[in-house]
Nanobody
């Protein structure tokens, strides 16, 4: 499974960005796709995930109500709509895929990762 994320950029606080992530290769193996982020000097943290079959979603408390994850299954693509962005949302954002049925948000439990896209929110 290969993942490619894009859509990052520089935005002012209160603004919006939309990230996308396309999967290729053995996509039939994927049960869940998700987004994580890592700010300088901090550990990688879970943001949101979606179960491709059924569309169930999970969000971190820090982004609930501001971020929305969605999936275009035929295109093997997920999106992260980020609204009301804050400076503390600044980080490199990674998409990931999990091939196990069980939804686990710990980054080390996700086996496939994209290369990351920078999101910078200015105050």
């Amino acid at each position: 499974v290969q993942l490619q994320a894009c859509g990052g950029g520089l935005v002012q606080a209160g603004g919006s960005l939309r990230l996308s992530c396309g999967a290729s290769g053995r996509t039939f193996m994927i049960y869940h796709m998700g987004w994580f982020r890592q700010a300088p000097g901090k550990e990688r943290e879970f943001i949101s995930a979606i179960t491709l079959s059924g569309g169930s979603t999970v969000y971190a408390d820090s982004v609930k109500g501001r971020f929305t994850i969605s999936a275009d299954n035929p295109m093997n693509t997920i999106y992260l709509q980020m609204n009301s962005l804050k400076p503390e949302d600044t980080a490199v954002y990674y998409c990931a895929a999990r091939t196990s049925r069980l939804m686990i948000t710990a980054p080390r439990q996700w086996g496939y990762w994209g290369s990351g896209t920078q999101v910078t929110v200015s105050s």
